[in-house]
């Protein structure tokens, strides 16, 4: 078995969550690396729905999870998600650690945040005003507060109201404050500061550590590639590295220690908030894939856009992570269908472009070039087994395969632990072995 590293490999929303639940037992680890509460996994045990937003999926197991320096925390939204996880009979403590790294969110950054999307005249990304991307900002501005610093009881203080000023300052010139009481803040991030001072560690340090003793790390990644800052359909993205790259950035390995990189997709495309998406499908046809994937944000409940499965896209997902393994999921979601188109290529101008456009009103403007696949018309939910799957449904599998070189390994059709096709003989169901 193997460190591995679980990616999206589209906008987001691809179902990680369950995937790593599933095969997290597996696993002595489950660390993250990147984004903050505006990223949820939902996970669904019998009976029980978990919904995860800042803690690694693997504490549903009883396995260690690391919240990396890459991730950026609002400490009472982390302080919520233990104590419901407790309340569902969940053991936290003792399993999970936080980077003193770790970059912590303010009320000034949700503050920020929605001034700045409803500032008039700017191209709206779409983002959930959670204070994510105002957070990583100061953190590269070199003017952030980490967890080293919240629990630093001498020095916190100081840091803490110089910041709070900085932004009163930048608020009323903009003319967008909304009052605060600077004191009364500072008092309740200290009493953060020492609820969860017992998870806080140098997480770089554990991590390698437990390598070296011999323990399995599963990474988990948060969002999807075409969301990162780097390679993703810029500006509309997050603000940190959702791709490969950013397991080593967010959690200080080496490259060297991800023995695989398992790539998620589902079986058609979605995504939230602005920005391009060549193959969105809109009015009746976009609400039915909608309703019958009932795709709507784990966090923030907005319907997400919807539209076919992207071929040009997931390439460029693959080069940018090199993916071992590739996972399909909601494979069932297209049950309904007679045929199912494929994007292919992409026309700009009336000429074929081969690869991924980096201006957003160049890539908003392509024309998508579609094969039609036959669809299989009947249910696959819950199935377990490959050779269950109607032909039509190996069929669109197989081409989707051999158009991306990239094994499937993996197939969900459902979204229990057990409605998931784990293919004998691949590369994903090796590094369970």
């Known amino acids: 078995m193997a460190n591995i590293a679980v990616l999206g490999a589209q906008w987001g929303d691809e179902g990680k969550g369950k995937i790593v639940d599933l095969i997290a037992d597996r696993f002595d680890v489950v660390a993250r690396s990147s984004g903050g509460h ?9 009976d ?7 803690i690694p999926t693997g504490i549903l197991r009883g396995k260690k999870g690391i919240i990396g320096n890459g991730l950026v925390v609002d400490p009472a939204a982390l302080l919520r998600e233990i104590k419901t996880l407790e309340g569902l ?18 009320p000034y950054h949700r503050m920020m945040e929605r001034a700045s999307e409803d500032t008039p005249g700017k191209v709206k990304i779409g983002t959930t005003s959670r204070g994510i991307g105002p957070c990583y900002e100061d953190k590269i501005g070199r003017r952030g507060i980490r967890f080293a610093e919240l629990l630093d009881t001498a020095g916190f203080p100081e840091r803490f109201r110089a910041a709070a000023e900085e932004k009163n300052i930048i608020a009323t010139a903009l003319n967008i404050h909304e009052p ?8 309740e991030y200290q009493d953060y500061a020492e609820q969860l001072r017992p998870y806080v560690t140098d997480t770089i340090y554990l991590v390698n550590q437990l390598i070296r003793q011999g323990e399995k790390v599963l990474f988990e990644g948060a969002q999807g590639t075409m969301l990162d800052i780097d390679h993703g359909t810029y500006p509309y993205l997050t603000s940190s590295n959702a791709t490969v790259g950013g397991v080593c950035t967010g959690l200080g390995v080496s490259p060297m220690l991800i023995d695989g990189v398992v790539g998620i997709a589902k079986a058609y495309a979605t ?12 009015g009746d046809a ?3 894939l909608r309703n019958a994937g009932n795709e709507f944000g784990t966090v923030t409940g907005r ?13 460029y997902a693959h080069n940018v992570n090199h993916l071992t393994t590739l996972v399909i999921t909601k494979l069932d979601v297209l049950d309904y269908l007679e045929t199912i188109p494929v994007c292919v290529a992409y026309k700009y101008k009336g000429e074929k472009l081969d690869f991924m456009p980096a201006l957003p009103e160049v890539y908003e403007a392509v024309v998508p070039v579609y094969e039609e696949r036959p669809g299989w018309h009947c249910s696959t939910a819950g199935i377990r087994e ?14 989707l395969e051999g158009q991306l070189e990239v094994e499937i390994g993996c197939i969900s059709t459902g979204p229990e632990r057990d409605e998931t096709i784990i293919r004998r003989g691949s590369k994903f169901a090796g590094f369970l072995a």
Request: hydrophobic residues 45%; charged residues 20%.
């Open 386 to 399: 490959y050779d269950q799957l109607p032909q039509a449904a190996k069929d669109y599998i197989s081409y």
């Open 271 to 282: 995504r939230v908030g602005g920005g391009p998406f060549a193959t969105e499908l809109l």
């Open 303 to 315: 319907p997400r856009r919807c539209g076919w499965f992207d071929l040009p896209l997931m390439n």
């Open 286 to 288: 976009g609400n039915a």
């Open 48 to 54: 029980q729905k978990f919904i995860l937003s800042l």
């Open 38 to 46: 505006n990223a949820g996994h939902t996970v669904k045990v019998g």
């Open 180 to 187: 605060w009481d600077i004191e009364a803040i500072l008092k």
């Open 89 to 106: 009979g969940i053991t936290v403590k003792g399993n999970l650690f936080i980077s003193h790294r770790a970059h912590v969110i303010f």
